[in-house]
């Protein structure tokens, strides 16, 4: 079994392109696939349109390994109308409903989770306006974790924070220690991104996997770029976040395995990337390392 992200394949977002990126993922040979599409920004599916996802899903014999929510932030210009950290406690509510919409699409996927980004604001731009929200950034998380895993509950839906691409792993441990000192295991989990980590550490790109393993609900396997040179500037460091496709030689996948196995993780394990142009070629490989990740982990845990 092997997940992979439903936006691996960059085409634009009609009903069409989009049934199609799942038959071609279908086809390859792939069990599941982590919804994708909509990751960021202020986009809310509705109930038919959610139904008919299920639909598309169950007729070509695919399951889901989680759906990513949003954040209501988008990459290219900052927006803060439904972003649930938000100051403004209008836009921080509209933010949750966002959060929520994605749960109830999880639910009807039997998804099993959500992922979330949770960005450090006042860290990642010091000279934004955002330098007031320090003080109450953690009331407004704080609030809009309580109501967000309270509805996820009522689904049956897990919630997964996901290690990023920037600030640097001291401020992330140090939020993620925060985090977890707060919320039970069975309430907040962790979703590990191999690509994020491996730009924030390149001398360890597993740990923050080692870190959380016990938390550990989701994963995002790609390749990011070293970031070798440390650069600070949150549009450089979006630069390095390139989501290749990993080669069979270029980590230690046993020592990825044996972390894994030992943790709570439920398989397929899954990836998290851009294919690009060489779209048969990448999902070939892409396979055959996550059944290679399948065999190495199964092995271990029976080991136990």
Same mark, same amino acid.
Not at 73 to 99: C, W, Y
Not at 250 to 273: Q, W
């Given at each position: 079994?092997?997940? =992979?992200?439903?936006?691996?394949?960059?085409?634009?977002?009609?009903?069409?392109?989009?049934?199609?990126?799942?038959?071609?993922?279908?086809?390859?040979?792939?069990?599941?696939?982590?919804?994708?599409?909509?990751?960021?920004?202020?986009?809310?599916?509705?109930?038919?349109?959610? %139904?008919? =996802?299920?639909?598309?899903?169950?007729?070509?014999?695919?399951?889901?390994?989680?759906?990513?929510?949003?954040?209501?932030?988008?990459?290219?210009?900052?927006?803060?109308?439904?972003?649930?950290?938000?100051?403004?406690?209008?836009?921080?509510?509209?933010?949750? $409903?966002?959060?929520?919409?994605?749960?109830?699409?999880?639910?009807?996927?039997?998804?099993?989770?959500?992922?979330?980004?949770?960005?450090?604001?006042?860290?990642?731009?010091?000279?934004?306006? %955002?330098?007031?929200?320090?003080?109450?950034?953690?009331?407004?998380?704080?609030?809009?974790?309580?109501?967000? =895993?309270?509805?996820?509950?009522? !689904?049956?839906? &897990?919630?997964?924070?996901? &290690?990023?691409?920037?600030?640097?792993?001291?401020?992330?441990?140090?939020?993620?220690?925060?985090?977890?000192?707060?919320?039970?295991?069975?309430?907040?989990?962790?979703?590990?991104?191999?690509?994020?980590?491996?730009?924030?550490?390149?001398?360890?790109?597993?740990?923050?996997?080692?870190?959380? &393993?016990?938390?550990?609900?989701?994963?995002?396997?790609?390749?990011?770029?070293?970031?070798?040179?440390?650069?600070?500037?949150?549009?450089?460091?979006? !630069?390095?976040?390139?989501?290749?496709?990993?080669?069979?030689?270029?980590?230690?996948?046993?020592?990825?395995?044996?972390?894994?196995?030992?943790?709570?993780? $439920?398989?397929?394990?899954?990836? $998290?990337?851009?294919?690009?142009?060489?779209?048969?070629?990448?999902?070939?490989?892409?396979?055959?390392?996550?059944?290679?990740?399948?065999?190495?982990?199964?092995?271990?845990?029976?080991?136990?």
């Amino acid at each position: 079994m092997v997940a =992979i992200s439903t936006d691996c394949i960059k085409t634009a977002f009609c009903t069409e392109h989009v049934k199609g990126i799942l038959k071609q993922i279908s086809d390859a040979g792939f069990s599941h696939v982590q919804w994708m599409h909509e990751w960021n920004g202020i986009y809310q599916y509705s109930e038919s349109e959610m %139904y008919q =996802i299920k639909n598309w899903l169950n007729d070509l014999s695919l399951d889901v390994k989680g759906v990513h929510a949003s954040d209501g932030t988008l990459q290219s210009h900052f927006d803060d109308r439904k972003m649930f950290i938000s100051p403004n406690e209008a836009n921080r509510v509209a933010g949750v $409903e966002l959060v929520k919409n994605r749960i109830d699409l999880a639910n009807i996927l039997n998804a099993g989770e959500i992922v979330l980004h949770l960005k450090l604001f006042n860290i990642i731009f010091p000279q934004s306006e %955002y330098c007031i929200f320090e003080d109450t950034y953690w009331i407004q998380v704080y609030k809009s974790l309580d109501e967000i =895993i309270d509805y996820s509950k009522t !689904k049956n839906i &897990n919630v997964a924070i996901e &290690n990023m691409e920037h600030p640097f792993e001291v401020y992330q441990f140090e939020q993620f220690d925060k985090l977890f000192a707060k919320y039970d295991k069975a309430d907040l989990g962790f979703c590990y991104d191999l690509g994020h980590n491996m730009i924030v550490n390149s001398d360890n790109p597993f740990s923050f996997v080692e870190r959380y &393993n016990d938390r550990l609900i989701n994963i995002h396997l790609n390749a990011g770029l070293y970031n070798v040179d440390h650069v600070e500037d949150y549009r450089e460091v979006l !630069k390095l976040d390139a989501h290749n496709v990993l080669q069979m030689d270029e980590l230690d996948y046993d020592r990825l395995a044996r972390i894994i196995a030992k943790s709570p993780y $439920e398989l397929p394990v899954c990836f $998290e990337v851009s294919l690009r142009d060489k779209v048969e070629k990448g999902l070939s490989k892409t396979l055959e390392l996550g059944n290679y990740l399948d065999d190495l982990i199964r092995n271990y845990r029976s080991e136990k």
